[in-house]
């Protein structure tokens, strides 16, 4: 069973394939936390379960340690949850009150106020074979009487007992999103976060902490992410005690909620796990979990073409047309026309939130551009940003009451637009019957959802006293129920979160989402470090990745078609290129890899990744991806620069079967056969030289 509760010692034990996680009730009716880690025999734990008092100043040690608590007493530490009564009352004192088993996988504990009707519901689901804990927290208000609600978590996580704390996480900026930062836990709060309305390029609600010691293959790594697409905030911190507590959840920043008497709140979702594999299991996983449980469909990605960065603004049938044409010749599977095919839409200073076709674009519809695009054999999809309008766009002159805005400010624009405020109803409702309409009256099957601006001045016309309590939390909420409810009516219609690059993406939208635009920033060695940076937390099965020009208009670096298209090919292929102007030449290596990637998709995108060098460490990154048999596995290499004639380099491969063979064949040449043993021993060797240069390796067992 993956859960026990023994009765004589008052412990719950959590068993996972490869980890125990174990808490108790002590003597004061708190839930103590008590171990997470390898394998252990939970009933010799008893000894553990006890209050623990240093001084005055220090009276309940044990707080530190608690598995969900609120903020009163003696508690010191970043509360998981913090309430104001109507009495004034800001103390909160939660005994545990019983527990019961959904099922042999999941289960709730109860606690409730001491002399409040107030009860929290803890939830945990087991998922052994991943090594995962998913927990939330179900709140729900019995007094008569409104609770202000000022801080509430999803779930505390605690690690104890090493002799150092390093925690790994991600920050960047648009275009440089997912770089890896590591650092110390000394004593103090490390606070990951965002206030920005969105879940962020800044940082990402994810994170790993060891003892300084874990890599790649090795090492006890404990790890989390939070699946909430609004503000966020993960803190950790460590005590003078030795313990490291993680707590995670919705932002309380200017988020009071006011629960309702009788009304419930339900926190995201917020999954945990620990493994001994270092950080390439972690992500693993994280992996395997995200395709199992999280994505709403095991679809594989289609080679995809966008128009964007070949006509901008500038979008035209016949034009769209004839870039359609190329894409079909090259084996493109689906046609995306990006922004400015809408409203009067001739740049970014107008015509947002007016979603219309343009007649003079469009002059026989858009019917004319998609059964084009279907003729070729390809499916048809569109970009749309439906949170956002232009001042200068008739929704906006019809509803100025709808976007963020205090009465007395004007509203700052960003990229010359405002925001909706998707936490009205009739927003809500806007958006849901635009977008009803658009997928019921034209054959589309994929819609590329944008946002490119954060939250600023969110405000509400009709505000009261606490008109604003909740307000970041609903736009996130009615956002959730849109996706939910076209994805029901539109089943056969996939949906891409973006963000203006990576700044929404988290297990929260992804439960909607068939995949994500994780950068603006498409040059392939960037895109490197994206790559890699997402990888931590996230599966290549939902990341898209675009071929696109060179010199690239980023940084201005010259890259071969080889290196942009293998770099693209780590992840869901795309093309965004002005294909028009490719050389005979460039288009038949375009097609030549294409048919590749199609062969090898189920591997890159339903297999598993192993990261075997990085350019963090070298001027080599190498991955490889395995079938889930083991019987095949596609290889990855770059080479950044070559210095001073360095000899040949072998890069060992990852979890192949050691007595086994299998056929070695580098960029279509010819085969050589290698043992497993060798391949994962000796390994392959790296024979690139120059700038910039890359391989695709393919190995294939034998026997």
């Not at 010259?558 to 460039?586: C, D, Q, T, V």
């Not at 770059?638 to 960029?667: C, I, K, M, W």
């Not at 056969?673 to 393919?698: A, K, W």
Request: hydrophobic content about 35%.
């Amino acid at each position: 069973m993956p859960i026990t509760y023994l009765d004589k010692e008052n412990i719950f034990e959590i068993r996972t394939d490869g980890s125990s996680y174990v808490f108790g009730i002590n003597e004061k009716g708190t839930i103590q936390h008590l171990y997470w880690g390898e394998h252990i025999e939970a009933s010799e734990c008893g000894y553990l379960l006890v209050s623990r008092l240093h001084s005055s100043f220090d009276a309940e040690i044990d707080k530190e340690t608690e598995e969900y608590g609120g903020w009163g007493g003696c508690h010191y530490a970043e509360p998981a949850l913090k309430v104001s009564f109507a009495d004034g009352v800001r103390d909160l004192k939660l005994k545990y009150e019983g527990h019961r088993l959904v099922s042999e996988t999941e289960i709730v504990l109860r606690m409730v106020d001491a002399y409040y009707s107030l009860e929290v519901d803890v939830h945990y689901k087991a998922l052994p074979v991943y090594d995962l804990i998913e927990r939330y927290v179900q709140v729900k208000n019995g007094v008569n009487e409104s609770i202000r609600i000022e801080q509430i978590m999803a779930a505390v996580w605690t690690v104890q007992a090493l002799p150092d704390y390093r925690m790994t996480h991600v920050t960047g900026r648009w275009a440089g999103e997912y770089q890896l930062r590591s650092t110390v836990l000394s004593e103090g709060k490390k606070v990951l976060e965002s206030r920005r309305g969105f879940t962020g390029p800044h940082a990402n609600p994810w994170y790993a902490i060891d003892n300084g010691k874990a890599d790649e293959t090795s090492g006890h790594v404990w790890f989390g992410a939070l699946g909430w697409s609004g503000n966020w905030k993960i803190v950790a911190e460590k005590t003078s005690f030795g313990h490291v507590r993680i707590v995670g959840g919705v932002n309380d920043f200017d988020s009071p909620l006011m629960l309702a008497p009788g009304e419930v709140y339900v926190s995201p979702v917020f999954v945990g796990g620990f493994t001994s594999g270092g950080f390439g299991q972690m992500s693993r996983h994280l992996h395997r979990y995200q395709k199992d449980c999280v994505l709403p469909t095991s679809k594989l990605r289609k080679v995809l073409y966008n128009s964007w960065e070949a006509t901008e603004f500038a979008v035209t049938v016949e034009g769209q047309k004839e870039l359609a044409g190329q894409a079909a010749r090259l084996g493109v599977e689906r046609f995306v026309v990006d922004d400015g095919w809408f409203g009067q839409r001739q740049s970014d200073r107008a015509g947002l939130g007016d979603w219309y076709v343009n007649a003079q674009k469009f002059p026989n519809g858009l019917e004319e551009l998609i059964d084009h695009v279907k003729e070729l054999g390809m499916e048809f999809g569109l970009w749309v940003e439906p949170e956002s309008v232009n001042p200068d766009s008739d929704l906006f002159r019809a509803h100025p009451e709808w976007v963020y805005q205090f009465p007395t400010r004007e509203g700052t624009q960003l990229r010359n637009q405002l925001l909706l405020n998707l936490g009205l109803p009739e927003v809500k409702q806007f958006v849901l019957d635009f977008m009803t309409t658009l997928l019921t009256t034209y054959d589309i099957r994929f819609i590329k959802w944008d946002m490119n601006r954060t939250v600023t001045e969110p405000g509400t016309i009709a505000s009261g006293h606490d008109g604003h309590a909740g307000i970041w939390i609903k736009h996130v909420d009615h956002l959730y129920a849109i996706w939910a409810e076209l994805r029901e009516r539109f089943p056969d219609v996939e949906f891409e979160t973006c963000a203006g690059g990576g700044a929404r993406i988290d297990l929260g939208i992804l439960r909607y989402a068939d995949q994500a635009w994780i950068s603006d920033n498409t040059d392939a060695r960037d895109r490197l470090a994206i790559q890699e940076g997402f990888s931590f937390a996230y599966s290549p099965s939902v990341m898209m990745c675009w071929v696109t020009e060179s010199p690239h208009g980023f940084n201005g670096r010259s890259l071969p078609l080889s290196y942009r298209f293998h770099s693209a090919m780590m992840g869901g292929l795309g093309i965004g290129a002005n294909i028009s102007k490719w050389s005979h030449a460039e288009l038949e290596e375009a097609k030549s890899y294409v048919e590749l990637y199609k062969e090898i998709r189920p591997i890159i995108l339903k297999g598993d990744l192993y990261r075997l060098s990085s350019l963090r460490d070298s001027n080599i990154a190498a991955c490889q991806y395995n079938s889930a048999d083991r019987s095949e596995s596609v290889v990855f290499t770059f080479l950044q620069s070559q210095h001073f004639g360095t000899e040949v380099r072998h890069l060992p491969l990852q979890n192949l079967v050691s007595h086994a063979s299998y056929e070695v064949r580098l960029d279509g040449g010819e085969p050589v056969i290698r043992h497993g043993s060798t391949l994962m021993n000796l390994g392959i060797p790296v024979t690139l030289r120059g700038d910039y240069q890359s391989r695709l390796i393919r190995v294939k067992r034998l026997d």
